[in-house]
């Protein structure tokens, strides 16, 4: 039986492939795209963590983002009247006795003592319509729910803060109200099941006995 902990990213793909292709992907993990490389080197150095100048993520355009990624940090912070805030926490915890880890990029402790959950995203655009076609898109509603989880944090509300990966790197910061959370408690409920199965009986099923419906 697999010891591995399920993760945030890992549940996305079970919502979207089959177990077998998970199984193949966690196994044999494909680069990062452009898009991925230049989101990993902002939130590295937003958070003063060591990273790798390139052709995709250049120096000055990541710490141009993430001189917009810190000023929103901040905002969040003014928002929930935090008093400090954890960065890039790594928590292992039992869901159901599924084990699980995962990253929020920030856990903020608000002024009447609740955990509030924040994650950076970067993303070609930050208007309005098109942040909120990504957070479902990408799942990101599951992936709050399951640090809220973790953290036993707050589900009134969670926070995503938005860093346009152009020039000239603008920022937002956009509320997720309780009721996304909801939805995506229910989706990483969903996939932990199937997780849940899929250690259990050993077994990674491909198109011919596997079904999301």
């Not at 902002?42 to 000055?60: C, K």
């Not at 990408?138 to 707050?154: I, P, T």
């Not at 603008?170 to 409920?189: E, F, N």
Request: net charge neutral; proline share 5%; glycine share 4%.
């Amino acid at each position: 039986m697999t010891t591995e902990r399920l993760r945030p990213s890992t549940a996305k793909m079970l919502l979207d492939m089959t177990p077998e292709a998970v199984r193949y992907a966690l196994d044999h993990p494909s680069p990062p795209s452009r898009a991925m490389e230049f989101g990993t080197a902002v939130d590295r150095e937003t958070f003063a963590l060591t990273w790798t100048p390139s052709a995709t993520a250049r120096e000055a355009d990541v710490i141009r983002a993430a001189i917009t990624a810190r000023k929103l940090i901040d905002r969040v912070g003014e928002k929930t009247g935090a008093l400090r805030y954890m960065a890039q926490h790594t928590r292992e915890w039992d869901s159901d006795g599924v084990a699980c880890r995962g990253t929020p990029d920030l856990v903020y402790t608000a002024s009447d003592g609740s955990l509030v959950i924040a994650d950076l995203k970067t993303c070609a655009s930050a208007r309005a319509d098109n942040i909120e076609q990504t957070l479902y898109r990408h799942k990101y509603d599951l992936q709050l729910a399951a640090y809220c989880e973790a953290f036993r944090a707050n589900t009134d509300r969670a926070y995503i803060i938005w860093v346009e990966s152009r020039e000239p790197f603008l920022g937002r910061i956009s509320t997720v109200p309780a009721d996304v959370l909801h939805g995506g408690r229910q989706k990483w409920h969903r996939a932990r099941e199937i997780w849940r199965k899929c250690v259990t009986e050993e077994y990674w099923p491909g198109y011919e006995d596997f079904s999301h419906t």
